[in-house]
């Protein structure tokens, strides 16, 4: 079975420095991997995705994320945080489309003005 | 309105009181799902439905019961509510074609 972890709980960043979180999955096969983030309140948004092909992906609010096999990892990072990326931020892994996800810890993201 | 919807959103309860959350979706998916989210532990997963006829238990679904009334609606009753069950439940609907998960706003339980 697979299995996600997110080995940072908690994350603090001045507002417009770097990110860059860190998700680590256990699947023998090329997984499905997914970046969600939940803001405060709210239910789970999915940031970006990887299925196949290019290993860094785009996503919304300027995140990007890089899919790296030999380190089973797939990082999400942004050049430049604001203070509303305050978040919750969960990796997934999936087998494919149709099957369950597996979800990270996640790693909540305190961002100092 | 939202996609996935979920009632109530917050409810207090005691120990023993039966408890039902509610999940209604526009989404069109035929698969469902409820995920219980506690701090440092991620989401896991108390039940999941292919469609109105099929019902399967996730890995935490002991204490937890649900009914699939129509494509739309799917619900997470607790029998018998305890403390330990005090979470944030979240109920999801899923793309088939694109894997991605599109989650309800949360329905924090806290049961005393």
């Known amino acids: 079975a697979q299995s996600v972890t997110q080995p940072d709980i908690h994350i603090t960043v001045s507002e417009g420095a770097s990110l860059e979180l860190r998700c680590n999955y256990s699947?023998?096969?090329?997984?499905?991997l997914f970046w969600y983030v939940q803001s405060p309140g709210q239910g789970l948004q999915l940031l970006l995705k990887?299925?196949?092909?290019?290993?860094l992906v785009q996503g919304i609010k300027g995140f990007e994320a890089e899919f790296k096999r030999s380190q089973s990892s797939f990082n999400l990072r942004k050049p430049s945080v604001h203070w509303s990326d305050a978040a919750e931020y969960f990796c997934?892994?999936?087998?494919?489309?149709?099957?369950?996800?597996?979800f990270g810890g996640g790693t909540r993201l305190m961002v100092k003005p | 309105d939202a996609d996935v919807t979920q009632t109530p959103r917050n409810r207090i309860t005691k120990t023993g009181k039966r408890i039902m959350l509610e999940c209604s979706q526009t989404?069109?998916?035929?698969?469902m799902y409820w995920y219980r989210q506690d701090p440092g532990l991620g989401l896991r997963l108390i039940y999941y439905?292919?469609?109105?006829?099929?019902?399967n238990k996730g890995e935490i679904s002991d204490g937890y019961s649900v009914s699939r009334q129509a494509q739309a609606k799917f619900s997470l009753s607790l029998e018998s509510a305890i403390p330990n069950q005090t979470a944030l439940y979240f109920c999801?609907?899923?793309?088939?074609?694109?894997?991605?998960?599109?989650f309800g706003e949360g329905s924090r339980l806290t049961v005393l």
């Open positions: 997934a892994v999936g087998v494919r489309a149709g099957n369950m996800l597996t």
């Open positions: 699947y023998g096969a090329t997984p499905y």
């Open positions: 990887y299925f196949s092909g290019d290993t």
């Open positions: 989404k069109g998916h035929d698969r």
């Open positions: 439905s292919f469609d109105v006829k099929d019902i």
């Open positions: 999801a609907t899923k793309d088939l074609i694109t894997g991605e998960l599109f």
